[in-house]
C-alpha cells in the first residue's frame, strides 16, 4: 500500500514521503501527515526476534513507501550503528515498578539521536529522488537536544548546511558545551536571547517567508528542517515503541497482546504522538500517560480542553520540555477534528493570534487514551533520589518527570498495567541538577568533576560524548535577538 502525505491545513494536495521529508512543513504552514496511518501486520513472534535494524525496516518501510528497500535498509544501517554504545540500541530496563526504555544510548546521549541519527539520511536520499540541485540549509530550534543531535547528525555530509538557534539562558551547562564545540565546516550554532518557543516561532515564520525562499533559492540554497515538525523525525520514533513491546514479548514479561501502557516525558508532543501512531498501526499500548514538568500547558489542556499558551515560561531543570507551544500536538487536533483541515487551521491561528483555543466537546471525548499530569520540580528530585535509594539506577531530570507522573497516575487508578517509561536522557547529559537531587553537597563541585562523582556512585562509565568535551574549544560564539534570526540566517549563508 502507497502512503501519501498531506498537510494538517491543506486542501487535500497529498505529496510523497520523500518529498514530505524534504519540506519539512507543508506550504500552507500545516504539518505533514500520513493519510493512512499502516497497520502492524507482521506477526509479533516473529517481530520479537528481530534486531533493532531489522525491526526498523519492517516498520519505516510501511509509512516511507517511495523509498526503495535498498536505500532504506541504507539508511537504517548507516544510522544505527556503532554510534549507539549498545548493540540493542533502545535497551528496557526494569527498575522500581516499570520498565525504563533507555532511548540515550547514541552519539549525544538523549533521545533525538534516535531519529536524528537516520534523518540525515532519509534527506539526503529524498533530495536525490526529488533531483534537487539545491544544497538543503537544515534549521533548527532546540531546547537543548535537538540541536547536538541534529549537528552531529548532519555534521560534513555533503550538499548540506544545518544552523541552530538554542536559547542563550535556557539550556543546562552541558548541553550548552555539547553545541558550542561542534565541529564539521556546515554547521553553525546561534545563542538567542529569548526562550524556545521564540526561537521556534522564528524558524517557523522563516519557513513560509516566500521572500526569503526566492533569496535563498536564487543563491543555490533551500531550507529543511530538523525538528520534530518533519515526519522524517516522527516514523524513526515509531519503531521504538514496537522494538520495547516485542523486547516484553521476547523477555516473556508479557504474552503477545498483552497491553501496556506508555509514559512519556513530554515537550514538543513528537515521542508521545509517535507512541499514538504506534497504538494506531495495532500496537497494544493502552494508556497515553503525558508527563509535563511545571510548564504544564498540555496537562491543563487535557483536563480541560482549553490550550492556553498566556502564561510565564518556566526555566526547570528538564529544559528539553520547556515548552509552551506544543507543535506536535497539531497533528492529533487534526486526527480530533475527523480530518477536516479547516477547522485545524483556524484552531492554530487563534492560538497565533490570541494564544488559545479551545476543542469541542466530541473531540475531548477522543482524548480518552492519554492521560495527563505534572512533577513540580521538588517532586522530580524527590524522584530520582527515590528510584536511586530503592533501585540503584539513576535516572535524569526528564524522565523523572515521566516517573513521578508514573507514581501519581497508579495512585490514582491503582491500574497494574505493565509501563514503559521512555528514558529519554543520560542522568550524564544534566549531572548538576541530578547530584544536587541525590544529595545536596554535590552543589559545590565543578561540572566535571560532578561528571566524575556520578560515575563513582553509579558505576556507570563516563559516555564518550562527555569525554568528548571535557576538554574541547569553544567554536561558536554568536549570540542574537530572536528578531535578528533571519539577518543572521542571511549573514551565514553570504545571502544579501
Ligand atoms: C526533546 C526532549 C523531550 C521532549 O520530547 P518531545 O518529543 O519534544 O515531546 C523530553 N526529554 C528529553 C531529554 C528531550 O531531549
Same mark, same amino acid.
Given at each position: 500500500m502507497e502512503v501519501l502525505y498531506r498537510s494538517t491545513r491543506g486542501h487535500g494536495e497529498q505529496v510523497t514521503a520523500s518529498q514530505a521529508i524534504l519540506q519539512g512543513l507543508s506550504e500552507d504552514g500545516g504539518l505533514f501527515v500520513p493519510v493512512e496511518i499502516p497497520k502492524l501486520d507482521t506477526d509479533m513472534k516473529v517481530l520479537s526476534e528481530m534486531t533493532y535494524q531489522e525491526l526498523a525496516y519492517t516498520v519505516m518501510s510501511k509509512f516511507f513507501t517511495d523509498f526503495t528497500e535498498e536505500e532504506l535498509k541504507h539508511c537504517i544501517n548507516s544510522a544505527y550503528d556503532s554510534k549507539f554504545d549498545v548493540p540493542e540500541i533502545a535497551p528496557l530496563v526494569h527498575a522500581d515498578g516499570a520498565y525504563y526504555l533507555e532511548l540515550f544510548h547514541g552519539a549525544t546521549i538523549a533521545f533525538k539521536d534516535m531519529a536524528l541519527s537516520i534523518l540525515p539520511h532519509l534527506l539526503t536520499t529524498a533530495a536525490k529522488k526529488n533531483q534537487v540541485k539545491n544544497e538543503i540549509v537544515i534549521l533548527t530550534a532546540t531546547s537543548g537536544d535537538t540541536g547536538k543531535a541534529a549537528m552531529a547528525g548532519f555534521a +560534513?555530509?555533503?550538499g548540506t548546511k544545518i544552523i541552530v538557534f538554542y536559547p542563550k539562558n535556557g539550556v543546562s551547562p552541558i548541553q550548552e558545551k555539547q553545541m558550542v564545540t561542534q565541529k564539521g565546516n556546515n554547521t553553525y550554532v546561534v545563542g538567542i536571547t529569548g526562550n524556545f518557543d521564540d526561537a521556534q516561532t522564528a524558524v517557523k515564520n522563516m519557513f513560509n517567508d516566500k521572500e526569503l525562499e526566492a533569496e535563498l533559492d536564487a543563491a543555490g540554497y533551500q531550507f529543511s528542517s530538523a525538528n520534530s515538525i518533519n515526519i522524517g523525525r516522527l516514523v524513526p520514533q515509531i519503531v521504538y515503541y514496537v522494538y520495547a513491546y516485542a523486547t516484553l514479548v521476547r523477555q516473556g514479561?508479557?504474552? +503477545?497482546?498483552d497491553k501496556i501502557n506508555v509514559d512519556v516525558p513530554t515537550g514538543n508532543f513528537g515521542n508521545i504522538l509517535a507512541a499514538f501512531y504506534a497504538k494506531q498501526m495495532g500496537?497494544?499500548?493502552?494508556k497515553l500517560i503525558c508527563a509535563s514538568n511545571e510548564n504544564k500547558v498540555l496537562f491543563d489542556f487535557f483536563r480541560t480542553g482549553v490550550y492556553d499558551r498566556k502564561r510565564d515560561f518556566i526555566l526547570t531543570t528538564s529544559p528539553s520540555m520547556d515548552i509552551l507551544i506544543s507543535s506536535n500536538l497539531e497533528r492529533l487536533i487534526y486526527r480530533l477534528c475527523g480530518h477536516d483541515a479547516d477547522q485545524c487551521s483556524q484552531l492554530m491561528k487563534a492560538l497565533t493570534a490570541e494564544g488559545s483555543y479551545e476543542i469541542t466537546s466530541e473531540m475531548k471525548e477522543q482524548l480518552s487514551d492519554f492521560y495527563g499530569n505534572y512533577a513540580t520540580e521538588a517532586e522530580t528530585a524527590e524522584t530520582i533520589s527515590k528510584v536511586f535509594e530503592h533501585a540503584h539506577y539513576l535516572i535524569d531530570t526528564h524522565t523523572a518527570v515521566a516517573a513521578t507522573v508514573y507514581r501519581k497516575y497508579t495512585e490514582e487508578t491503582k491500574d497494574k498495567t505493565p509501563t514503559v517509561i521512555a528514558s529519554t536522557a543520560s542522568p550524564y547529559k544534566f549531572t548538576r541538577s541530578v547530584m544536587n537531587a541525590v544529595d545536596s553537597k554535590y552543589d559545590a563541585m565543578g561540572d566535571f568533576e560532578l561528571v566524575d562523582e556520578l560515575s563513582r556512585i553509579t558505576g556507570v562509565k563516563v559516555p564518550q560524548a562527555i569525554e568528548d568535551i571535557r576538554t574541547a574549544p569553544v567554536l561558536h560564539d554568536t549570540v542574537v535577538d530572536a528578531c535578528d534570526m533571519p539577518a543572521a540566517v542571511k549573514n551565514i549563508l553570504g545571502v544579501k
Open positions: +560534513d555530509v555533503p514479561a508479557i504474552k +503477545d497482546g500496537l497494544p499500548i493502552a
